[in-house]
């Protein structure tokens, strides 16, 4: 049985190799307006990504992984 490859990305596991790679906020901030702007158009995508930026950018101030 294949697989079926999602058309929304794994957000999560990217914040997540972001934070592993030692991104700046900066960074990450840079890489949250970028894919916000691509997905101007899904509500859903939006709320996920304003969660994860919470969330990660946050952590970097704690130095913790999410």
């Known amino acids: 049985m ?3 490859k999602s058309r929304y990305p794994d957000l999560t596991t990217i914040f997540q190799n ?8 900066e960074q990450i ?3 949250t307006d ?3 702007r691509n997905w101007l158009d899904n509500p859903s995508m939006l709320a ?16 913790k992984e999410v």
């Open 48 to 63: 996920l990504i304003d969660d994860l930026e919470v969330r990660y950018i946050t952590s970097l101030g704690e130095g």
């Open 34 to 36: 970028r894919t916000r």
């Open 29 to 31: 901030q840079d890489f």
């Open 18 to 25: 972001c934070l592993n790679r030692g991104c700046t906020p």
């Open 2 to 4: 294949s697989k079926k």
